[in-house]
């Protein structure tokens, strides 16, 4: 925590951009009904920052001195969540406003607060709003607007920081990092997000400190990876996860394969697939997560494969293992789910049977499942792969030739080719229920005489 105490700054509605016309309703009425019953409410964090920026947030969060149970007698569409830190969750249609009561800097003795090895596993002490403030990641998030004023309060720098695009830790570094390591992933994502630059005293700690990150369990770290690589600023993401040394704790087996490829072509690829997740998104287009972990991992399987195949393995069997090799020791970091993986290694699979062009073969492959990703696939290799640039050519007219034309053209026998049924493009979705097959029933034995 800072060696002084914090300094309340005002900044009066003339002096900032931000209006209620931006905010959404919902909180609104969070924030009015709150202090019409005596509490303190201000709108908090990631939206105060936008808004300053002249961005519209998604999301709108608000610090209350209000208790969580308080503020669930105030809402009855309020509902209360989280062990580590308790919040309310007020639900009005589709937006859910997250209300967080106000933190203490020290821990008071309840047991509300639990550290291990350094770091803050729960925190339900509650405070001040000046405890609020230091006890927040980053200065530019320690914002809080007051609706009874319309004015902002920074007790931490935060407006200046935000007007300077500067991303700069509340408190000592080394010690903010080591009570949640995954705020070294926040601060890269935050600052590819909004274009800021990491304060030098933020940056310094975070090579050091890149290994901590196997203290996070596994299943938050797929929940941040997500969060870095599909919010629309994955390219920056990943290059300055290289810059601050965290692409090899987070991606091992990337950052070991990457290191191996002397043609760089591995990385372009890697690059241009992330480009194109942002160009995506930008176009408010899906991108999804099992596409986007087939070109984080492709290095790594496409080193293991090669090494396989260099002992003796056969094809299908080389493929496989590479494939559960990558995925097991990537789930010592990043736990990727079994319906993102399993497409993810079908996607892998398929890149091999395009060189067949055999008719039974051709339409087989066009009526897979998983084709159109596979073939997106094939053209992101062949982008910076010269040499599979015809095939992934010859593949994108066979896709708009009629049945009959494209059969015409392939060596094999005439007969009828197939093309993908309706409803074919996906398997079912985890959890949902299989199409049953009908079984034939017995016809029941006479009884012996």
């Known amino acids: 925590m800072p060696p002084n105490p914090p300094i309340l700054r005002v900044i009066p509605r003339e002096l900032h951009p931000i209006s209620r016309k931006n905010i959404s309703s919902g909180a609104l009425r969070v924030l009015y009904r709150l ?3 005596g509490f303190e409410a201000y709108l908090v964090g990631g939206a105060v920052r936008d808004l300053l920026l002249g961005c519209q947030p998604k999301d709108f969060d608000v610090a209350t001195s209000a208790t969580p149970e308080q503020v669930k007698q105030l809402f009855r569409n309020c509902r209360l969540i989280g062990r580590r830190f308790r919040l309310a969750h007020i639900v009005f249609g589709p937006e859910i406003i997250e209300v967080a009561t106000f933190r203490a800097g020290d821990d008071d003795g309840s047991g509300d607060r639990e550290m291990e090895n350094g770091r803050l596993v729960r925190d339900n002490v509650y405070g001040t709003l000046e405890e609020d403030a230091v006890r927040r990641d980053f200065t530019a998030n320690a914002l809080y607007y007051a609706v009874s004023d319309f004015s902002v309060r920074d007790y931490v720098g935060g407006f200046d920081d935000v007007a300077a695009r500067v991303l700069r830790l509340i408190g000592d570094p080394e010690s903010r990092y080591r009570e949640d390591p995954v705020r070294m992933l926040r601060a890269v994502r935050l600052a590819a997000k909004l274009g800021f630059t990491i304060e030098a005293a933020s940056a310094e700690p975070i090579a050091p400190l890149a290994p901590l990150l196997a203290d996070a369990s596994n299943a938050r770290l797929f929940d941040e990876s997500l969060k870095l690589f599909l919010t629309g600023h994955s390219e920056r993401v990943f290059e300055l996860l290289e810059q601050y040394g965290l692409l090899p704790h987070l991606l091992p087996d990337t950052a070991a394969a990457l290191a191996l490829d002397t043609s760089g072509l591995c990385r372009e690829m890697l ?5 194109n997740c942002d160009a995506r998104i930008a176009e408010e287009k899906s991108v999804t997560p099992a596409f986007l972990f087939a070109a984080l991992l492709w290095p790594a399987y496409a080193q293991d494969l090669q090494l396989l195949l260099a002992q003796g393995f056969d094809l299908a069997v080389a493929e496989q293992r590479a494939a559960d090799r990558v995925t097991l020791r990537q789930a010592d970091r990043v736990a990727i789910p ?6 993810m290694h079908e996607i892998w699979w398929l890149q091999s049977r395009f060189p067949q062009r055999q008719r039974k073969r051709v339409f087989r492959l066009l009526a897979h499942p998983r084709f159109r990703a ?3 696939f094939l053209e992101l290799r062949a982008a910076v792969v010269p040499e599979l640039r015809e095939e992934a050519g010859w593949w994108a007219k066979a896709q708009a030739m009629p049945s009959d034309t494209l059969s015409a053209q392939l060596p094999g026998k005439s ?5 993908p049924r309706a409803g074919a493009e996906s398997p079912p979705a985890e959890g949902e229920a299989k199409p049953r097959t009908a079984r034939r029933r017995r016809r029941p034995r006479k009884a012996a005489e």
């Open 374 to 376: 596979a073939f997106d």
């Open 415 to 419: 007969a009828a080719a197939p093309r």
């Open 338 to 343: 079994r319906r993102f993986s399993t497409p």
């Open 35 to 37: 202090n019409e019953a």
């Open 271 to 275: 690059v241009m697939a992330l480009r």
